[in-house]
């Protein structure tokens, strides 16, 4: 007998009509109208089952400190971290652990069960390091979460800034970190590029680095990344975050950056909701938006995915762990709005993260994890138009969260007596 047996499922590649069965925690089958006796049958009524989100780049080390000591009134980069730096001093490990707990239960909700988050190593105490090294324990049962060694401050800023990043490897942090356009000079950025490129190298470690969040267009630390990826052999391995510069490039450069960016076959992750509200905030009108180039690097090959970044932080007061308004922003800004388009931001924050984070064992398919998610939606394009409701989520097979399905009652005469907003179709 199986363990579960979900029935009348629509897949995101459009098939339709699926059941998928489980066993022991992993996907048994996928076929078309599959019946089986099993311990639990959920008849998904021919709703959209995904393979469940995944965030890409976070900061879980500050989520949920919203106005803590203060807000960020400028709503500028440069002013949140400022405003980390005040708020650095005043951390606990209870209350650091406490909040990315509470953010983990908002993730779990939401289908979100993997994230990417980078953690602050420029205090010589790594602090926020050994504290999410604790909630990474923590959530493994139900969250597969990897860990970033950032120096927010600069790694060759920072007194110390490159031991400390050292340290925080040591202790076990996954992916080495970086914030090339922070440090002091356009040189040294590059130089810092270089070292940690090494580093990874040498260490084995995948790389994922804050790279030219600016409206500059001359800050170009992307290239470098791409070269000493190549030149290391990387390929595959680095990931470029946030790139806003490129939206205020000119096109005869970035024709050329994108190639040397496939070469190195570099990942990019984009952060719509947080890329549109801190960028452009020196212009008057016409005010860029700053999200990089979402629809031209996908053409060229690259993997591009969708990431939160920021929820109730100092950089951005909103947010509440749903990939799915990320996509829905991102989708918006880079007028993605063909049938075509709509899918890709929809593989933007599932296969596309997954595959930048080195997940085994994601998708619906045989041998895969039985991790899901059930929406209240009939595709993947309807999910997004609704940011669709979670009805079930499911992590190796045992059912972690559900919400139930979004049904308003209407009084108006001569009209049904509920809606749901789906479509007809």
Not at 149 to 155: R, Y
Not at 388 to 417: E, K, M
């Amino acid at each position: 007998m199986l363990d579960l047996l979900i029935r009348n499922a629509s897949l995101p590649d459009g098939r339709k009509n699926m059941s998928v069965a489980v066993q022991d925690g992993k996907i048994a089958e996928v076929s078309e109208g599959l019946q089986a006796p099993a311990a639990e049958v959920v008849d998904a009524q021919g709703l959209l089952l995904s393979p469940p989100f995944v965030d890409p780049h976070f900061h879980m080390d500050a989520t949920l400190s919203y106005g803590m000591p203060r807000v960020n009134e400028s709503g500028t980069l440069l002013e949140g971290i400022a405003l980390w730096g005040e708020l650095k001093p005043q951390l606990t490990h209870e209350a650091l652990v406490e909040r990315a707990l509470a953010y983990c239960d908002w993730a779990v909700a939401r289908g979100l069960l993997a994230i990417r988050s980078h953690v602050d190593t420029s205090d010589p105490s790594l602090l926020p390091v050994e504290a999410m090294l604790d909630v990474q324990k923590r959530v493994a049962p139900y969250i597969d979460l990897q860990l970033v060694a950032f120096p927010q401050d600069g790694v060759l800023r920072t007194p110390g800034g490159l031991d400390n990043l050292k340290r925080a490897l040591d202790l076990g942090v996954d992916v080495v970190g970086g914030i090339p356009h922070f440090e002091r000079t356009m040189a040294d950025g590059a130089e810092s590029v270089r070292i940690l490129c090494e580093l990874a190298a040498e260490r084995g470690k995948l790389v994922d680095m804050h790279c030219d969040e600016s409206d500059d267009p001359m800050s170009r630390h992307v290239e470098t990344l791409a070269y000493h990826t190549q030149r290391l052999g990387l390929q595959g391995r680095v990931t470029g975050s946030h790139l806003t510069s490129m939206h205020s490039m000119d096109n005869y450069y970035v024709s050329k950056l994108m190639a040397l960016m496939a070469e190195a076959q570099l990942g990019v992750v984009s952060n719509p909701l947080i890329n549109i509200t801190i960028q452009g905030r020196h212009d008057t009108y016409p005010k860029r938006r700053g999200m990089t180039r979402v629809p031209e690097l996908m053409a060229a090959g690259l993997t591009v995915a969708f990431g939160h970044d920021c929820v109730m932080d100092p950089w951005y007061s909103l947010g509440s762990g749903d990939a799915l308004e990320v996509a829905n922003m991102g989708l918006h800004v880079a007028q993605m709005t063909s049938r075509a388009g709509m899918q890709q931001c929809f593989d933007a924050i599932t296969c596309n993260p997954a595959r930048l984070l080195g997940l085994q064992g994601y998708g619906i398919e045989k041998g895969a994890h039985a991790d899901f998610v059930l929406l209240h939606a009939k595709d993947p394009v309807e999910a997004l138009r609704l940011k669709a409701t979670r009805l079930g989520v499911w992590r190796r097979g045992q059912r972690i969260a559900s919400t139930p399905a979004p049904v308003a009652t209407l009084n108006v005469p001569g009209r049904p007596g509920s809606t749901t907003l789906l479509s007809a179709r």
